[in-house]
Nanobody, 119 residues
Framework: QVQLVESGGGSVQVGDSLKLSCVAF????????MAWYRQPPGKERELVST???????NYLDSVKGRFTISLDNAKNTVYLEMNSLKTEDTAVYYC?????????????WGQGTQVTVSS
């Protein structure tokens, strides 16, 4: 079965950087589109960034210019590089394989990784 495994979260200070990784098993990250979502404490899950098979990217307005999504097809991994972190970036970050974008019957999700930004 498909499995997405995130890593790279942690506790950092305002202005620091983190790079999240998501390795996919039994699913090709270049097949359709991949995404990072986040869920801040007490809030709804929100879409942070997407990247499709043509490497077109989109970002949540509040992270534009600070976050970068990328793919490494050789490692079957999607990354989210986060710079100039703010306290409002604190959330559980989830990797998702957006298979429904290409007609699939479901999307796939990782287990999440915690990012905590303190001042």
């Amino acid at each position: 079965q498909v499995q997405l495994v995130e890593s790279g979260g942690g506790s950092v200070q305002v202005g620091d950087s983190l790079k999240l990784s998501c390795v996919a098993f039994r699913y090709s990250v270049s097949k359709c589109a991949m995404a990072w979502y986040r869920q801040p404490p007490g809030k709804e899950r929100e879409l942070v960034s997407t990247i499709n098979s043509e490497v077109a990217t989109n970002y949540l307005d509040s992270v534009k210019g600070r976050f970068t999504i990328s793919l490494d097809n050789a490692k079957n991994t999607v990354y989210l590089e986060m710079n100039s972190l703010k306290t409002e970036d604190t959330a559980v970050y989830y990797c998702a394989a957006l298979w429904t974008w290409c007609g699939g019957d479901r999307n796939y999700w990782g287990q999440g990784t915690q990012v905590t930004v303190s001042s």
